[in-house]
Protein backbone atom coordinates (compact mmCIF):
# COMPACT_ATOMS: atom_id res chain seq x y z
CA UNK A 1 0.00 0.00 0.00
CA UNK A 2 2.99 2.29 1.09
CA UNK A 3 4.48 1.81 -2.52
CA UNK A 4 1.48 2.30 -4.28
CA UNK A 5 1.02 6.06 -2.11
CA UNK A 6 4.60 7.21 -3.66
CA UNK A 7 3.75 6.05 -7.06
CA UNK A 8 1.36 8.09 -7.29
CA UNK A 9 2.73 10.93 -5.08
CA UNK A 10 2.23 14.27 -6.83
CA UNK A 11 5.48 16.18 -8.11
CA UNK A 12 7.24 18.85 -6.60
CA UNK A 13 6.39 22.06 -8.30
CA UNK A 14 9.62 22.83 -9.43
CA UNK A 15 9.26 19.39 -11.13
CA UNK A 16 5.95 20.51 -12.59
CA UNK A 17 7.33 24.06 -13.76
CA UNK A 18 10.39 22.21 -15.41
CA UNK A 19 7.98 19.47 -17.34
CA UNK A 20 5.93 22.99 -18.20
CA UNK A 21 9.24 24.54 -19.55
CA UNK A 22 10.15 21.85 -21.62
CA UNK A 23 6.45 21.69 -23.16
CA UNK A 24 6.89 25.52 -24.14
CA UNK A 25 10.68 24.21 -25.53
CA UNK A 26 8.21 22.06 -27.65
CA UNK A 27 6.01 24.51 -28.38
CA UNK A 28 9.29 26.38 -30.00
CA UNK A 29 9.91 24.10 -32.76
CA UNK A 30 6.32 24.12 -34.41
CA UNK A 31 4.87 27.81 -33.90
CA UNK A 32 5.90 30.40 -36.11
CA UNK A 33 6.91 33.76 -34.44
CA UNK A 34 4.20 36.62 -34.54
CA UNK A 35 3.88 40.09 -33.72
CA UNK A 36 1.43 42.95 -33.11
CA UNK A 37 1.50 46.69 -33.69
CA UNK A 38 0.27 48.81 -30.86
CA UNK A 39 -1.76 51.66 -29.71
CA UNK A 40 -2.85 54.41 -27.15
CA UNK A 41 -5.65 54.08 -25.77
CA UNK A 42 -7.61 56.78 -23.19
CA UNK A 43 -10.42 55.65 -20.58
CA UNK A 44 -12.16 57.27 -17.84
CA UNK A 45 -11.72 56.47 -14.33
CA UNK A 46 -12.96 57.59 -10.91
CA UNK A 47 -13.33 61.00 -13.16
CA UNK A 48 -9.85 60.77 -14.35
CA UNK A 49 -8.31 60.54 -17.93
CA UNK A 50 -6.38 56.97 -17.93
CA UNK A 51 -3.92 56.25 -20.66
CA UNK A 52 -2.66 52.89 -21.84
CA UNK A 53 -0.81 51.13 -24.41
CA UNK A 54 -2.51 48.40 -25.83
CA UNK A 55 -1.93 46.05 -29.28
CA UNK A 56 -3.74 46.53 -31.82
CA UNK A 57 -5.68 43.45 -32.68
CA UNK A 58 -5.89 43.80 -36.76
CA UNK A 59 -2.22 44.44 -36.81
CA UNK A 60 -1.30 40.84 -36.12
CA UNK A 61 1.50 39.75 -39.12
CA UNK A 62 3.72 36.45 -39.04
CA UNK A 63 7.20 37.42 -38.71
CA UNK A 64 9.36 36.51 -42.18
CA UNK A 65 12.79 36.06 -43.53
CA UNK A 66 14.18 37.21 -46.56
CA UNK A 67 12.13 35.21 -48.91
CA UNK A 68 9.04 35.83 -47.13
CA UNK A 69 8.22 32.26 -44.56
CA UNK A 70 7.47 32.14 -41.07
CA UNK A 71 10.28 31.97 -38.62
CA UNK A 72 10.48 29.92 -35.98
CA UNK A 73 12.59 30.08 -33.03
CA UNK A 74 13.72 26.92 -31.18
CA UNK A 75 14.35 27.70 -27.85
CA UNK A 76 18.35 26.82 -27.36
CA UNK A 77 19.35 24.92 -24.61
CA UNK A 78 21.19 28.32 -23.38
CA UNK A 79 20.37 31.63 -24.38
CA UNK A 80 21.64 32.80 -27.61
CA UNK A 81 21.66 36.53 -28.94
CA UNK A 82 18.69 35.49 -31.36
CA UNK A 83 16.77 34.48 -28.68
CA UNK A 84 17.14 37.49 -26.41
CA UNK A 85 19.61 35.72 -24.42
CA UNK A 86 17.39 33.18 -22.09
CA UNK A 87 17.52 29.55 -23.05
CA UNK A 88 15.94 26.77 -22.09
CA UNK A 89 18.13 25.81 -18.78
CA UNK A 90 18.45 30.04 -18.18
CA UNK A 91 15.32 30.10 -16.70
CA UNK A 92 16.17 29.70 -13.00
CA UNK A 93 18.21 32.64 -13.35
CA UNK A 94 16.60 34.81 -16.25
CA UNK A 95 12.79 34.26 -14.31
CA UNK A 96 13.92 35.75 -10.98
CA UNK A 97 15.82 38.36 -12.93
CA UNK A 98 12.68 39.61 -15.17
CA UNK A 99 10.35 42.99 -14.41
CA UNK A 100 11.25 45.85 -11.39
CA UNK A 101 10.24 46.18 -7.65
CA UNK A 102 6.43 47.04 -9.04
CA UNK A 103 5.99 43.22 -9.40
CA UNK A 104 6.11 40.46 -12.31
CA UNK A 105 9.02 38.47 -10.54
CA UNK A 106 11.95 40.19 -8.76
CA UNK A 107 9.23 42.53 -7.00
CA UNK A 108 7.10 39.55 -5.95
CA UNK A 109 10.47 37.40 -5.06
CA UNK A 110 11.80 40.25 -2.43
CA UNK A 111 7.92 40.94 -1.19
CA UNK A 112 7.79 37.48 -0.63
CA UNK A 113 10.78 37.49 1.75
CA UNK A 114 10.35 40.49 3.43
CA UNK A 115 7.27 39.34 4.43
CA UNK A 116 8.16 36.06 5.46
CA UNK A 117 11.30 37.91 7.49
CA UNK A 118 8.56 40.32 9.19
CA UNK A 119 6.45 37.26 10.24
CA UNK A 120 9.23 35.50 11.48
CA UNK A 121 10.14 38.20 13.90
CA UNK A 122 6.66 38.51 14.77
CA UNK A 123 6.04 34.47 15.31
CA UNK A 124 9.08 35.07 17.50
CA UNK A 125 7.59 36.86 20.59
CA UNK A 126 4.90 33.76 20.82
CA UNK A 127 2.23 36.56 20.37
CA UNK A 128 0.31 34.72 17.78
CA UNK A 129 0.04 31.66 19.64
CA UNK A 130 -1.15 33.69 22.60
CA UNK A 131 -3.37 34.92 20.76
CA UNK A 132 -4.84 32.44 18.86
CA UNK A 133 -5.42 30.81 22.16
CA UNK A 134 -7.16 33.76 23.42
CA UNK A 135 -9.25 33.61 20.28
CA UNK A 136 -10.22 30.06 21.13
CA UNK A 137 -11.44 31.19 24.72
CA UNK A 138 -13.45 33.88 23.04
CA UNK A 139 -15.30 31.89 20.78
CA UNK A 140 -16.19 29.03 23.40
CA UNK A 141 -16.77 26.00 20.65
CA UNK A 142 -18.43 28.80 17.97
CA UNK A 143 -15.00 28.65 16.25
CA UNK A 144 -17.07 27.88 12.87
CA UNK A 145 -18.63 31.00 13.03
CA UNK A 146 -15.05 32.75 11.84
CA UNK A 147 -15.34 31.25 8.86
CA UNK A 148 -17.94 33.47 7.34
CA UNK A 149 -17.17 36.67 8.62
CA UNK A 150 -13.71 36.18 7.87
CA UNK A 151 -14.67 35.16 3.78
CA UNK A 152 -16.44 38.08 3.69
CA UNK A 153 -14.32 40.36 4.48
CA UNK A 154 -11.03 39.01 2.40
CA UNK A 155 -13.55 38.75 -0.11
CA UNK A 156 -14.47 42.35 0.15
CA UNK A 157 -10.81 43.29 0.03
CA UNK A 158 -10.69 41.42 -3.35
CA UNK A 159 -13.61 43.50 -4.71
CA UNK A 160 -12.82 46.93 -3.62
CA UNK A 161 -9.65 47.11 -3.75
CA UNK A 162 -7.91 44.10 -5.56
CA UNK A 163 -6.42 42.31 -2.41
CA UNK A 164 -3.93 39.78 -3.70
CA UNK A 165 -0.43 39.70 -2.15
CA UNK A 166 -1.55 41.17 0.90
CA UNK A 167 -3.32 38.32 1.90
CA UNK A 168 0.61 36.36 2.45
CA UNK A 169 0.85 38.01 5.64
CA UNK A 170 -3.00 37.01 6.99
CA UNK A 171 -2.20 33.02 5.78
CA UNK A 172 0.67 32.98 8.47
CA UNK A 173 -1.71 34.35 11.69
CA UNK A 174 -5.09 32.07 10.08
CA UNK A 175 -3.42 28.85 9.53
CA UNK A 176 -2.13 28.09 12.88
CA UNK A 177 -5.48 29.36 14.24
CA UNK A 178 -7.18 27.19 12.78
CA UNK A 179 -5.50 23.82 13.48
CA UNK A 180 -5.40 24.93 16.92
CA UNK A 181 -9.10 25.20 16.54
CA UNK A 182 -9.07 21.57 15.17
CA UNK A 183 -9.50 22.22 11.39
CA UNK A 184 -6.49 22.55 9.48
CA UNK A 185 -4.20 24.72 7.19
CA UNK A 186 -6.31 24.34 3.97
CA UNK A 187 -9.20 26.25 6.06
CA UNK A 188 -7.15 29.10 6.67
CA UNK A 189 -6.00 29.51 3.19
CA UNK A 190 -9.84 29.19 1.95
CA UNK A 191 -10.52 31.87 4.21
CA UNK A 192 -7.89 34.25 3.69
CA UNK A 193 -6.24 34.24 -0.41
CA UNK A 194 -8.82 32.26 -1.83
CA UNK A 195 -11.26 34.66 -0.98
CA UNK A 196 -9.57 37.79 -1.76
CA UNK A 197 -9.76 35.88 -5.29
CA UNK A 198 -13.23 34.95 -5.09
CA UNK A 199 -13.81 38.68 -4.95
CA UNK A 200 -11.55 39.97 -7.42
CA UNK A 201 -12.97 37.60 -10.12
CA UNK A 202 -16.90 39.00 -9.21
CA UNK A 203 -15.81 42.39 -8.40
CA UNK A 204 -18.37 45.54 -9.27
CA UNK A 205 -15.56 47.99 -8.89
CA UNK A 206 -11.64 46.65 -8.93
CA UNK A 207 -9.21 48.68 -10.04
CA UNK A 208 -6.50 46.35 -11.37
CA UNK A 209 -8.67 43.73 -13.17
CA UNK A 210 -11.79 45.32 -13.58
CA UNK A 211 -11.46 48.85 -14.52
CA UNK A 212 -8.56 48.31 -17.14
CA UNK A 213 -10.17 45.55 -19.12
CA UNK A 214 -13.25 47.53 -19.31
CA UNK A 215 -11.18 50.55 -19.86
CA UNK A 216 -9.03 48.29 -22.95
CA UNK A 217 -12.38 46.86 -23.94
CA UNK A 218 -14.47 50.37 -24.51
CA UNK A 219 -17.14 50.04 -22.22
CA UNK A 220 -17.91 52.20 -19.00
CA UNK A 221 -15.68 51.70 -16.40
CA UNK A 222 -16.92 50.22 -13.32
CA UNK A 223 -20.45 49.61 -15.45
CA UNK A 224 -22.46 46.70 -14.61
CA UNK A 225 -22.45 47.01 -10.99
CA UNK A 226 -26.45 45.25 -11.05
CA UNK A 227 -25.18 42.25 -12.58
CA UNK A 228 -21.83 41.76 -10.69
CA UNK A 229 -22.81 42.59 -7.24
CA UNK A 230 -24.89 39.51 -7.02
CA UNK A 231 -22.39 37.29 -8.57
CA UNK A 232 -20.16 38.67 -6.04
CA UNK A 233 -22.87 37.63 -3.31
CA UNK A 234 -23.67 34.62 -4.71
CA UNK A 235 -19.70 33.24 -5.13
CA UNK A 236 -19.11 34.17 -1.64
CA UNK A 237 -21.82 32.59 -0.01
CA UNK A 238 -20.85 29.51 -2.31
CA UNK A 239 -17.19 30.13 -0.86
CA UNK A 240 -18.60 29.66 2.84
CA UNK A 241 -20.95 26.90 2.20
CA UNK A 242 -17.73 24.98 0.60
CA UNK A 243 -15.70 26.02 3.59
CA UNK A 244 -17.90 25.11 6.52
CA UNK A 245 -18.52 21.92 5.14
CA UNK A 246 -14.73 21.08 4.38
CA UNK A 247 -14.03 22.43 8.09
CA UNK A 248 -16.72 20.38 9.91
CA UNK A 249 -15.84 16.99 8.41
CA UNK A 250 -12.09 17.57 9.41
CA UNK A 251 -12.85 18.72 12.74
CA UNK A 252 -14.93 15.09 12.72
CA UNK A 253 -11.58 13.29 11.26
CA UNK A 254 -8.32 14.84 10.78
CA UNK A 255 -6.88 12.32 8.73
CA UNK A 256 -8.97 13.30 5.45
CA UNK A 257 -7.18 16.63 5.53
CA UNK A 258 -4.62 16.90 2.33
CA UNK A 259 -2.59 19.12 5.09
CA UNK A 260 -3.20 16.60 7.70
CA UNK A 261 1.26 15.61 7.71
CA UNK A 262 2.32 19.29 7.09
CA UNK A 263 0.27 20.39 9.57
CA UNK A 264 1.67 17.76 12.19
CA UNK A 265 4.38 20.20 13.17
CA UNK A 266 1.80 23.00 14.69
CA UNK A 267 -0.05 20.43 15.99
CA UNK A 268 2.61 19.10 18.21
CA UNK A 269 3.50 22.69 18.73
CA UNK A 270 -0.02 23.65 20.30
CA UNK A 271 -0.59 20.08 22.44
CA UNK A 272 3.23 20.41 23.69
CA UNK A 273 2.39 23.98 25.28
CA UNK A 274 -0.94 23.65 26.19
CA UNK A 275 -3.62 26.42 26.42
CA UNK A 276 -3.54 26.95 29.99
CA UNK A 277 0.43 27.16 29.41
CA UNK A 278 0.16 30.20 27.10
CA UNK A 279 -0.05 33.47 29.12
CA UNK A 280 -1.49 36.63 27.03
CA UNK A 281 0.73 39.28 28.87
CA UNK A 282 1.31 43.10 28.29
CA UNK A 283 4.40 43.01 25.41
CA UNK A 284 2.07 40.00 23.70
CA UNK A 285 -0.98 42.72 23.63
CA UNK A 286 1.59 45.09 22.11
CA UNK A 287 2.70 42.66 19.19
CA UNK A 288 -0.91 41.76 17.92
CA UNK A 289 -1.38 45.68 18.21
CA UNK A 290 1.13 46.58 15.69
CA UNK A 291 0.01 43.63 13.58
CA UNK A 292 -2.97 45.20 13.84
CA UNK A 293 -1.96 48.57 13.26
CA UNK A 294 0.36 47.20 10.66
CA UNK A 295 -2.89 46.09 8.70
CA UNK A 296 -4.97 49.00 8.98
CA UNK A 297 -1.92 51.07 7.53
CA UNK A 298 -1.86 48.57 4.68
CA UNK A 299 -5.33 48.81 4.05
CA UNK A 300 -5.33 53.09 4.15
CA UNK A 301 -2.01 53.24 1.77
CA UNK A 302 -3.55 50.81 -1.07
CA UNK A 303 -6.95 52.55 -0.84
CA UNK A 304 -6.53 56.09 -0.23
CA UNK A 305 -2.38 56.27 -1.62
CA UNK A 306 -2.02 53.89 -4.25
CA UNK A 307 0.43 51.88 -2.06
CA UNK A 308 1.62 48.43 -4.04
CA UNK A 309 4.41 45.82 -3.21
CA UNK A 310 7.21 48.28 -2.61
CA UNK A 311 5.27 50.15 0.08
CA UNK A 312 3.63 47.47 1.53
CA UNK A 313 6.35 45.18 1.89
CA UNK A 314 8.52 48.39 3.93
CA UNK A 315 5.42 48.78 5.89
CA UNK A 316 5.17 45.20 6.97
CA UNK A 317 9.08 45.64 7.63
CA UNK A 318 8.70 48.11 9.98
CA UNK A 319 5.84 46.13 11.53
CA UNK A 320 8.23 43.08 12.29
CA UNK A 321 11.19 45.44 13.79
CA UNK A 322 8.50 47.17 15.94
CA UNK A 323 7.54 43.87 17.66
CA UNK A 324 10.97 42.80 17.61
CA UNK A 325 11.67 45.62 19.93
CA UNK A 326 8.84 45.15 22.09
CA UNK A 327 9.63 41.17 22.03
CA UNK A 328 13.45 42.56 23.46
CA UNK A 329 11.84 44.82 26.15
CA UNK A 330 8.99 42.43 27.04
CA UNK A 331 11.89 39.61 27.21
CA UNK A 332 9.25 37.65 24.96
CA UNK A 333 10.52 34.02 24.79
CA UNK A 334 13.44 35.32 26.09
CA UNK A 335 14.22 37.41 23.16
CA UNK A 336 17.32 39.29 22.70
CA UNK A 337 18.44 41.66 20.43
CA UNK A 338 19.88 39.12 18.04
CA UNK A 339 17.53 37.09 18.19
CA UNK A 340 15.46 39.68 16.05
CA UNK A 341 17.96 38.78 13.02
CA UNK A 342 17.82 35.40 13.37
CA UNK A 343 13.89 35.10 13.36
CA UNK A 344 13.82 37.30 10.66
CA UNK A 345 16.57 35.07 8.65
CA UNK A 346 14.18 32.05 9.28
CA UNK A 347 10.99 33.52 8.28
CA UNK A 348 12.73 34.67 4.88
CA UNK A 349 13.76 30.82 4.24
CA UNK A 350 10.65 29.26 5.40
CA UNK A 351 9.33 31.18 2.17
CA UNK A 352 12.01 30.97 0.30
CA UNK A 353 11.00 27.84 -1.67
CA UNK A 354 7.99 30.36 -2.89
CA UNK A 355 10.37 33.12 -4.30
CA UNK A 356 12.12 30.42 -5.97
CA UNK A 357 8.95 29.19 -7.68
CA UNK A 358 7.88 32.47 -8.85
CA UNK A 359 11.11 33.27 -10.94
CA UNK A 360 10.76 29.74 -12.29
CA UNK A 361 7.48 30.34 -13.28
CA UNK A 362 8.49 33.55 -15.30
CA UNK A 363 10.34 31.33 -16.83
CA UNK A 364 7.79 30.05 -19.10
CA UNK A 365 7.02 33.19 -20.27
CA UNK A 366 10.58 33.47 -21.22
CA UNK A 367 10.85 30.62 -23.22
CA UNK A 368 7.77 31.70 -25.24
CA UNK A 369 9.52 35.22 -26.54
CA UNK A 370 7.54 37.08 -23.77
CA UNK A 371 4.84 39.28 -23.27
CA UNK A 372 5.87 42.13 -25.83
CA UNK A 373 3.34 42.67 -28.43
CA UNK A 374 5.75 44.20 -30.63
CA UNK A 375 8.27 41.64 -30.29
CA UNK A 376 7.84 38.64 -32.56
CA UNK A 377 6.64 36.03 -30.07
CA UNK A 378 5.06 32.63 -29.90
CA UNK A 379 2.93 33.84 -27.33
CA UNK A 380 1.51 35.95 -29.74
CA UNK A 381 0.83 33.36 -32.23
CA UNK A 382 -1.06 31.32 -30.57
CA UNK A 383 -3.33 34.57 -29.09
CA UNK A 384 -3.94 35.12 -32.30
CA UNK A 385 -5.07 31.42 -33.00
CA UNK A 386 -6.66 31.16 -30.76
CA UNK A 387 -9.06 34.17 -31.23
CA UNK A 388 -9.16 33.14 -35.03
CA UNK A 389 -10.66 29.71 -34.00
CA UNK A 390 -13.36 31.36 -32.08
CA UNK A 391 -15.03 32.80 -34.75
CA UNK A 392 -18.09 30.56 -35.71
CA UNK A 393 -19.59 29.67 -32.85
CA UNK A 394 -23.14 30.85 -31.99
CA UNK A 395 -22.50 33.74 -29.09
CA UNK A 396 -23.21 31.68 -25.90
CA UNK A 397 -20.95 29.14 -27.16
CA UNK A 398 -18.32 32.01 -28.43
CA UNK A 399 -18.77 33.47 -25.08
CA UNK A 400 -18.30 30.51 -22.97
CA UNK A 401 -15.09 29.72 -24.95
CA UNK A 402 -13.44 33.39 -24.05
CA UNK A 403 -14.46 32.22 -20.54
CA UNK A 404 -12.02 29.21 -20.95
CA UNK A 405 -9.49 31.11 -22.94
CA UNK A 406 -9.03 33.58 -20.62
CA UNK A 407 -8.29 30.52 -17.51
CA UNK A 408 -6.02 28.97 -19.56
CA UNK A 409 -3.73 31.74 -20.62
CA UNK A 410 -3.78 32.65 -16.60
CA UNK A 411 -1.44 30.21 -16.45
CA UNK A 412 0.93 31.98 -18.52
CA UNK A 413 0.20 35.50 -17.74
CA UNK A 414 -0.83 35.66 -13.95
CA UNK A 415 -1.16 39.23 -13.57
CA UNK A 416 -4.46 40.42 -13.99
CA UNK A 417 -3.64 44.16 -15.42
CA UNK A 418 -1.44 42.21 -17.46
CA UNK A 419 -3.11 39.81 -19.42
CA UNK A 420 -6.30 42.45 -19.59
CA UNK A 421 -3.75 44.42 -21.62
CA UNK A 422 -2.57 41.55 -23.76
CA UNK A 423 -5.74 39.94 -24.18
CA UNK A 424 -8.61 42.41 -24.15
CA UNK A 425 -7.73 44.34 -27.30
CA UNK A 426 -8.43 41.00 -29.23
CA UNK A 427 -11.43 39.78 -27.01
CA UNK A 428 -13.06 43.10 -27.44
CA UNK A 429 -13.63 43.44 -31.26
CA UNK A 430 -13.88 39.59 -31.30
CA UNK A 431 -16.90 39.79 -29.15
CA UNK A 432 -18.34 42.11 -32.24
CA UNK A 433 -18.08 39.73 -34.58
CA UNK A 434 -19.71 37.07 -32.72
CA UNK A 435 -22.37 38.69 -31.19
CA UNK A 436 -21.48 38.94 -27.92
CA UNK A 437 -21.57 42.07 -25.95
CA UNK A 438 -18.55 43.73 -25.30
CA UNK A 439 -19.23 43.88 -21.17
CA UNK A 440 -19.74 39.67 -21.40
CA UNK A 441 -16.24 39.68 -23.17
CA UNK A 442 -14.46 41.26 -19.69
CA UNK A 443 -16.92 39.05 -17.39
CA UNK A 444 -15.26 36.18 -19.26
CA UNK A 445 -11.66 37.68 -18.55
CA UNK A 446 -12.57 38.37 -14.91
CA UNK A 447 -14.04 34.89 -14.24
CA UNK A 448 -11.57 33.49 -16.39
CA UNK A 449 -8.42 35.59 -14.42
CA UNK A 450 -9.12 35.03 -10.67
CA UNK A 451 -10.84 31.74 -10.35
CA UNK A 452 -7.76 30.58 -12.02
CA UNK A 453 -5.31 32.19 -9.71
CA UNK A 454 -6.10 30.05 -6.83
CA UNK A 455 -4.48 26.18 -8.74
CA UNK A 456 -2.29 27.82 -11.39
CA UNK A 457 1.30 26.90 -10.30
CA UNK A 458 2.77 29.70 -11.89
CA UNK A 459 1.18 32.16 -9.34
CA UNK A 460 3.53 33.74 -7.08
CA UNK A 461 0.91 34.78 -4.79
CA UNK A 462 -0.70 31.24 -4.69
CA UNK A 463 2.62 29.89 -4.10
CA UNK A 464 3.41 32.14 -1.40
CA UNK A 465 0.35 31.99 0.55
CA UNK A 466 1.03 27.79 0.35
CA UNK A 467 4.38 28.34 1.46
CA UNK A 468 3.11 30.47 4.49
CA UNK A 469 1.32 27.48 5.20
CA UNK A 470 3.90 24.99 4.71
CA UNK A 471 1.52 23.25 2.29
CA UNK A 472 3.04 22.09 -0.92
CA UNK A 473 1.54 22.55 -4.21
CA UNK A 474 0.43 19.04 -5.19
CA UNK A 475 -1.30 18.70 -1.65
CA UNK A 476 -3.22 21.80 -2.14
CA UNK A 477 -4.29 20.29 -5.57
CA UNK A 478 -5.95 17.62 -4.57
CA UNK A 479 -8.12 19.52 -2.41
CA UNK A 480 -8.62 22.66 -4.23
CA UNK A 481 -9.70 20.12 -7.75
CA UNK A 482 -13.33 19.82 -6.24
CA UNK A 483 -13.82 23.71 -5.85
CA UNK A 484 -12.19 24.40 -8.76
CA UNK A 485 -14.93 22.38 -10.98
CA UNK A 486 -17.37 23.93 -8.72
CA UNK A 487 -16.53 27.02 -9.35
CA UNK A 488 -16.17 26.88 -13.36
CA UNK A 489 -19.52 25.04 -13.07
CA UNK A 490 -21.31 28.00 -12.47
CA UNK A 491 -18.89 30.59 -13.57
CA UNK A 492 -19.89 29.08 -17.11
CA UNK A 493 -23.68 29.74 -15.71
CA UNK A 494 -22.78 33.44 -15.61
CA UNK A 495 -21.50 33.86 -18.20
CA UNK A 496 -24.02 32.56 -20.47
CA UNK A 497 -27.02 34.20 -18.52
CA UNK A 498 -25.00 37.11 -19.14
CA UNK A 499 -25.04 36.49 -23.02
CA UNK A 500 -28.65 35.91 -22.61
CA UNK A 501 -29.93 38.78 -20.53
CA UNK A 502 -27.55 41.13 -23.21
CA UNK A 503 -25.64 42.32 -20.17
CA UNK A 504 -23.78 45.47 -21.92
Known sequence: MEKKKRQIQMPHTYIIIFLVILFAAVLTMFIPLGRYETKEITYMQNGEEKTRT????????????????????????????????????????????VGDKYGTAVGIIAFILVVG?????????????????????????????LIPILVVLFSL??????????????????????????????????????????????????????AVAQG???????????????????????????TMRYAMKIKKNPKLSVAYESDEAYRNEFSQKGREELPFTLGHKLVILTVAACMVWTIWGVVTQGYYIPEIASQFFVMGLVAGII?????????????????????????????????????IIIILG???????????????????????????????LMYVFQSVFNFFVVSGSGQAALTMPVMAPLADLVGVE??????????????TNFIVPTSGCLL??????KLEWGQWAKFQIKFQGVLVAFASIAVVLAVMIGLS
Not at 117 to 145: D, H, Q, Y
Not at 334 to 356: E, H, P, W
Request: glycine share 14%.
Open 54 to 97: VLDPDSFAYVLDENGNKITKVAPLFGTEDFGGQGILNYVFEGMT
Open 117 to 145: GAFGVVLRTGAIESGIMRVIALTNGKEIL
Open 157 to 210: GGAVFGMGEEAIPFVMILVPMFIAMGYDAVVGIMCSYVSTQIGFGSSWQNPFGL
Open 216 to 242: IAGVPVMSGAWFRIPLWIFFTGLTIVF
Open 327 to 363: GVVFHLNDMRVNDIAKSFDRGAADLLGAAMCVGMAQG
Open 370 to 400: GTSATDGTVLNTILHSISEGMQGFPPVISAW
Open 438 to 451: RQVAVLAFQLGDAF
Open 464 to 469: GALAAA
